[in-house]
């Protein structure tokens, strides 16, 4: 007998909320458990609400692919995203859409292609190199600040080519308050708050003008100079699109810096710190890992050659941001009806996929809270499932300094590494803190050890030389 075909708008199974607010408490209060128990209590797709918005979770792997990379066309970033960049990262790379994001991909790519990102690596060595000439032995560090302070010093130089060590503090505080209003903001039912002149709203203002400022100094700085370093920041200026003749505007150039300068130093800071965090808990791993960077470098600083022989070191990185993915969800708004696993998610609707959750789902890791970066061996590796894994999500939104970003956690690392062992005090409890980014809360304290005293650090000595009120020496 034939059966008529109709669509069925079958409303996926998820947590019961509350009248208006529905599960914005939940969310709000503990974020990566409730997702958690989303994926746990009802399965691949999930339904919850925020205020009026309609929210659909997705748990599976493949609808990850779907949505990412095989129909991006059907979704855009969310409005509450891009109200919430407004008058921050405005419309650059990663809260456009359509026409303007393809054309800003075009302009932006070639600042980070393999070849170009490979001038950075000295600058990366030299800055770390740089940092550790202010660390002693025995002294305690919050190793998130000086990740923060290093990654933003080479975003500063290697896209801006501007040293902004001295403005470090106060852009790394006022990046710290604009991440968390920002992302009060992004998960806020209501936009009329928005506007208010509350403390937040104020400090957020105050956070942003900080920044801008700074952003401001650098192209200000380099159309005075009228000079092409060949850097992003000429790159941005200079850029005329190939298919449509168009040049980036004022607001374009600054949106296109800010979201560069922002995204391309937090994220990076955050998988350093974590991976730092789960070193100090894993002796054996470290030692291991001291090894294969002794082994290989036997003192002298890395460079980028050193990478393909320093295996081990990618897999740490790999399983750390596994485990503390550093952009631990992504949403997008669908733009037309989808079918997913046997429901109907309407036009409209807010689609979220969570790396966190992902990266932590028993049905693709054994032992998933467990810190083994051999599931990322050459043998293991191509075993996980694809979109299981994707700290740099995928398709063509995929991070466009995902290269940038491994290149640098993995050249901090071996430079640090190879001449200090960071050991965890004791006595803390460190949280994740899924904002905008997942950050340590609070800073990890770690204490400076000296890596082999056989091979002698000629920073301490040079720095013992050096008078006290050297700018590096004031920590
Ligand atoms: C460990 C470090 C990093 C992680 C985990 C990370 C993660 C991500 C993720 C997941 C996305 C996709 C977001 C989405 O689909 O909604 C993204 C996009 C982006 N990232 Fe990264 N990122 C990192 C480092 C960087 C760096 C170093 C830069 C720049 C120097 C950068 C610049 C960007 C930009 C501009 C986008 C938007 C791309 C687009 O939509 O076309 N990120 N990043």
């Known amino acids: 007998m034939a059966h008529k075909m109709t669509t069925i708008h079958k409303l996926p199974p998820g947590p019961k909320g509350l009248p208006f607010l529905g599960n914005l408490r ?36 493949e609808y990850v692919q779907y949505v990412l990379v095989k129909h991006p066309e059907q979704f855009q970033k969310t409005p509450a995203l891009k ?43 030299g800055y770390t190199d740089d940092m550790l000439k202010g660390w002693e032995t025995g002294e305690q560090v919050g190793i998130l600040n000086e990740m923060m302070h290093l990654t933003m010093r080479i975003v500063g130089k290697t896209l801006f080519d501007t040293d902004v060590y001295d403005d470090a503090d106060s852009i790394g505080a006022a990046i710290s308050v604009g991440i968390e209003a920002t992302a009060d903001r992004v998960s806020r039912p209501l936009q009329l708050l928005d ?13 942003l003008r900080v920044i801008e400022q700074t952003i401001s100094r650098f ?60 070193l100090g808990q894993h002796p054996e791993i470290e030692r291991h890992l001291a090894e294969e960077i002794r082994y290989t470098l036997d ?73 083994m970066p051999e599931r990322f061996s050459a043998i293991n590796e191509p075993n996980i499932p694809k979109y299981a894994y994707f700290p740099f999500g995928g398709g063509p939104r995929v991070c466009v300094g995902n290269q940038f970003a491994m290149m640098e956690a993995q050249l901090v690392l071996a430079t640090i590494l190879q001449r200090y062992q960071l050991l965890l005090v004791e006595g803390q409890t460190i949280k994740p803190l899924p904002l905008i980014t997942l950050r340590p809360k609070p800073d990890i304290q770690m204490r400076i050890g000296e890596r082999n005293p056989l091979i002698p650090n000629p920073h301490r000595l040079s720095s013992q030389a050096q008078s006290a009120d050297s700018p590096h020496s004031n920590r």
């Not at 939940?26 to 989303?38: G, K, M, P, S, V």
């Not at 746990?40 to 792997?61: A, E, K, M, T």
């Not at 990663?94 to 393999?114: I, Y």
């Not at 560069?260 to 990076?268: K, N, R, S």
């Open 26 to 61: 939940e969310l709000q209060n503990d974020r990566l458990n409730f997702l958690t128990r989303n994926r746990d209590l009802y399965g691949d797709v999930v339904h919850f609400r925020i205020g009026p918005r309609r929210i659909y979770q997705l748990n599976n792997p």
């Open 83 to 125: 109200r919430a960049a407004q008058d921050s990262i405005g419309q650059g790379l990663l809260t456009s859409d359509g026409e303007l994001h393809k054309r800003q991909r075009r302009l932006v790519q070639p600042a980070f292609h393999h070849k170009r990102i490979a001038a950075y690596a000295d600058t990366m060595v």
């Open 195 to 207: 506007k208010l002149p509350t403390a937040t709203n104020r400090k957020r203002k105050e956070a």
């Open 219 to 278: 192209i200000d700085e380099r159309r005075a100079s009228g000079e092409d370093k060949g850097d992003l920041m000429s790159m941005l200026l200079m850029a005329v699109d190939e298919q449509d003749g168009g040049q980036m505007t004022n607001k374009q150039v600054r949106d296109e810096a800010m979201t560069l300068f922002i995204a391309g130093h937090e994220t990076t800071a955050n998988a350093l710190a974590w991976t730092f965090y789960l």
């Open 299 to 371: 003192g002298r600083l890395p460079t980028l050659g050193d990478l393909p022989k320093l295996p081990y070191l990618e897999m740490v990185i790999k399983e750390s941001m596994r485990l503390y993915p550093p952009a631990w969800t992504t949403s997008r708004e669908a733009q037309v009806d989808i079918e997913l696993g046997g429901y109907t998610i309407p036009k409209g609707s807010i689609i979220m996929t969570v790396m966190y959750v992902l990266h932590h789902d028993p049905r693709f890791w054994e032992e998933p809270e467990r810190f």
